[in-house]
């Protein structure tokens, strides 16, 4: 079993610990009630959605700086992961926002700075696909992914700037000792998950590219 199998079946285990203590072990909060578990999911797949599109914008500095294909393709990988972050992290939202606040969708500024990041990054990907050179969609890419960063410290500081229903950020620190190590072990467990789905997916990228620049075979 090699490293990168390793580490899938490990974020395997740690999502499935942090949903059984999260569902039956520890108690319900006491103002939210049982939707409150919905945070030890939640509260992780957001702060690793915004892990991954700090990846692209790392990868997007080093394309520009290095010009190696390699570090383009690592962005790429990680903002189709993001990407399915962010959804998750709505769809989730609304499922806990549904029996807090009474509505499914609230047009709170982190709600809608986080919905922004959808065609934010689907229009990153999008602008991948209308060039057939490597290097000019790498480059393309890389101005995106760097200008794109910008919103993910908005929705982080939305709380913050704006009049929101949104409670502030959840963290160890403004949750009680078990829960706030509960939130840290499911970003753990998610991280590992991120980091294996992105580079399988960068695996696979870097064979679509290979074939990409072999040219069709000459039958």
């Known amino acids: 079993m090699n490293r990168l199998t390793t580490l899938g079946w490990m974020s395997i285990t740690l999502i499935a610990v942090v949903g059984v203590l999260g569902l039956f072990v520890l108690p319900a909060d006491a103002l939210q009630g049982e939707v409150s578990r919905l945070l030890y999911v939640h ?3 957001a702060w690793v959605m915004m892990l991954a599109f700090f990846v692209v914008f790392l990868m997007s500095i080093l394309y520009l700086v290095q010009r190696r294909l390699k570090w383009d393709l690592l962005a790429a990988s990680a903002a189709e992961v993001g990407l399915v972050g962010a959804i998750l992290t709505l769809v989730l939202g609304t499922l806990w926002g549904r029996p807090t606040w009474g509505v499914w969708w609230a047009w709170d500024p982190r709600i809608t700075t986080t919905a922004l ?6 229009g990153y990907l999008v602008v991948r696909s209308m060039s057939e050179d490597p290097d000019q969609r790498a480059r393309w890419a890389a101005v995106i992914g760097l200008i794109a960063f910008v919103q993910v410290p908005i929705v982080y500081l939305s709380v913050f700037w704006w009049r929101s229903l949104h409670q502030p950020p959840s963290s160890p620190q403004s949750m009680w000792g078990v829960y706030g190590l509960m939130l840290m072990l499911g970003f753990v467990a998610y991280a590992g998950a991120f980091a294996y789905l992105w580079l399988r997916r960068y695996r696979l990228a870097a064979t679509e590219l290979e074939l990409e ?3 069709p075979e000459e039958g």
């Open 43 to 45: 509260v992780p797949i």
């Open 213 to 215: 620049l072999s040219g």
């Open 117 to 122: 990041l959808v065609p934010i990054y689907a």
